[in-house]
């Protein structure tokens, strides 16, 4: 069994800057893809990008090149630097993690998932 808790959201202004954090309780963190996803009020939920065993990164076009995520396997966490925000990117965010043998696999949906975190907010305003 894998818990994740998120912490980091808050209210920020246009423009700003957040870092989410996503601790694991697991000893084989390092065997874990990664994922953050959001849901905005009466939206569905959207991968935001996802971290590799092997720390490859990739993201969803509307956050690319402002959202960086990256992880440290020794503290079991993954973080989410979101820079230059924008009001669109109002949402709840989660982490979640999936389990994979291999070290450049990623995923970007979210029944792959297997473990999930409870969400952080994370309010920008114009």
């Known amino acids: 069994q894998v818990q994740l808790v998120e912490s980091g959201g808050g209210l920020v202004q246009a423009g700003g800057s957040l870092r989410l954090s996503c601790l694991a309780s697991?000893?084989?963190?390092?065997?874990?893809?990664m994922g953050w996803f959001r849901q905005a009020p009466g939206k569905e939920r959207e991968w935001v990008g996802a971290?590799?065993?092997?720390?490859?990164?990739y993201y969803a076009d509307s956050v690319k090149g402002r959202f960086t995520i990256s992880r440290d396997n020794a503290k079991n966490a993954v973080y989410l630097q979101m820079n230059s925000l924008k009001p669109e990117d109002t949402a709840v965010y989660y982490c979640?993690?999936?389990?994979?043998?291999?070290?450049?696999?990623?995923?970007?949906?979210?029944?792959?998932?297997?473990?999930w975190g409870q969400g952080t907010q994370v309010t920008v305003s114009s």
């Open positions: 971290i590799t065993r092997s720390s490859n990164t």
């Open positions: 697991v000893r084989t963190f390092s065997s874990y893809v």
């Open positions: 979640a993690a999936d389990w994979s043998s291999a070290s450049y696999y990623y995923n970007t949906r979210d029944y792959e998932y297997d473990y």
